[in-house]
């Protein structure tokens, strides 16, 4: 399984940003696909998850009612949308596959490379 993000950038707090994940290879269609970000001196957070099958939606309370985690299958894409940014969301952001598609919070067995996401205040 191949996963490429892209969409990542520099804004201003209160902005919007929408994150795309662009997915390829063998069969994922029991997967979960995580977005999860890693800022400088923090561990490792699991913003947001949807199943592949099943659109089942988990997101971390830091994140709930900003951020939403959707896909489209026919084009292999899963999405993270971004509102309301804030200084504390600045990291770096992955795409991710979890196998089972029932362990949202992981662990995640194939990642994509990062994207940057910036927020000034």
Not at 11 to 29: E, I, M, N, P
Not at 32 to 55: C, D, H, L, N, Y
Not at 69 to 94: F, G, I
């Amino acid at each position: 399984v191949q996963l490429q993000a892209s969409g990542g950038g520099l804004v201003q707090a209160g902005d919007s940003l929408r994150l795309s994940c662009a997915v390829s290879g063998r069969t994922f269609s029991t997967y979960t696909m995580g977005w999860i970000r890693q800022a400088p001196g923090k561990e490792r957070e699991i913003v947001a998850a949807i199943s592949w099958k099943f659109g089942r939606t988990n997101y971390a309370d830091s994140v709930k009612g900003r951020f939403t985690v959707s896909k489209d299958n026919a084009k292999n894409m899963v999405y993270l949308q971004m509102n309301n940014l804030e200084p504390d969301d600045t990291a770096v952001y992955y795409c991710a596959a979890e196998l089972t598609g029932n362990r949202w919070q992981g662990p995640y067995y194939y990642w994509g490379q990062g994207t940057q996401v910036t927020v000034s205040s």
